[in-house]
């Protein structure tokens, strides 16, 4: 079984992430998403979610091409993530790119494009209008 690892925060869930997740899949059998705390958040990427990570993660069980939902907790749990879970790919979207090379030892490392057009922010900038 191949299995595929990708990080993220996934507050306001949109068709952008969704993108992400179903081509990451596409590259296994099973795909394990590891969802950032609502402290991990704050504490290191300055980001005040929405929703809470147990709404987050409800959402993303709800995905067709999500198998597995862990927590985010510090940026230097990737390397133990891929050697606990037995990860054959990590994914990220390619706003990431080349950030996370040094997993190479462990794993595939896969950057996909992002879909340009969505965003959180722009979400929330334009409930604002
Ligand atoms: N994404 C995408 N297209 C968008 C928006 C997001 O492909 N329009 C992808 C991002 O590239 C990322 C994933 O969806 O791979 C999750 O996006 P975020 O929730 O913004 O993740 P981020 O805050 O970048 O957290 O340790 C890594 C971090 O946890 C990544």
């Given at each position: 079984?191949k299995?595929v690892?990708?990080?993220?925060?996934?507050d306001l869930?949109?068709?952008g992430h969704?993108?992400l997740?179903?081509?990451?899949k596409a590259?296994?059998?099973?795909l394990?998403?590891?969802?950032?705390?609502?402290?991990?958040?704050?504490?290191?990427k300055?980001?005040?979610?929405?929703?809470?990570?147990e709404e987050?993660k409800?959402?993303?069980e709800a995905?067709?091409y999500?198998?597995l939902?862990?927590p985010?907790?510090s940026w230097?749990?990737k390397?133990?993530?891929?050697?606990?879970y037995?990860?054959?790919?990590?994914?990220?979207?390619?706003?990431w790119k080349?950030?996370?090379d040094?997993?190479q030892e462990?794993c595939e490392v896969v950057?996909?494009?992002?879909?340009?057009e969505?965003s959180?922010?722009?979400?929330?900038?334009?409930l604002k209008?």
């Amino acid at each position: 079984m191949k299995k595929v690892i990708t990080y993220g925060t996934f507050d306001l869930l949109h068709y952008g992430h969704v993108n992400l997740l179903q081509r990451a899949k596409a590259l296994g059998d099973y795909l394990v998403v590891v969802l950032s705390t609502d402290e991990f958040n704050w504490n290191m990427k300055q980001k005040k979610c929405y929703f809470t990570y147990e709404e987050r993660k409800r959402l993303l069980e709800a995905i067709r091409y999500v198998d597995l939902v862990i927590p985010e907790t510090s940026w230097e749990q990737k390397i133990s993530d891929v050697q606990e879970y037995h990860i054959d790919t990590f994914v990220m979207g390619d706003d990431w790119k080349g950030k996370f090379d040094f997993l190479q030892e462990y794993c595939e490392v896969v950057y996909l494009e992002r879909t340009p057009e969505i965003s959180t922010t722009q979400i929330k900038n334009d409930l604002k209008k």
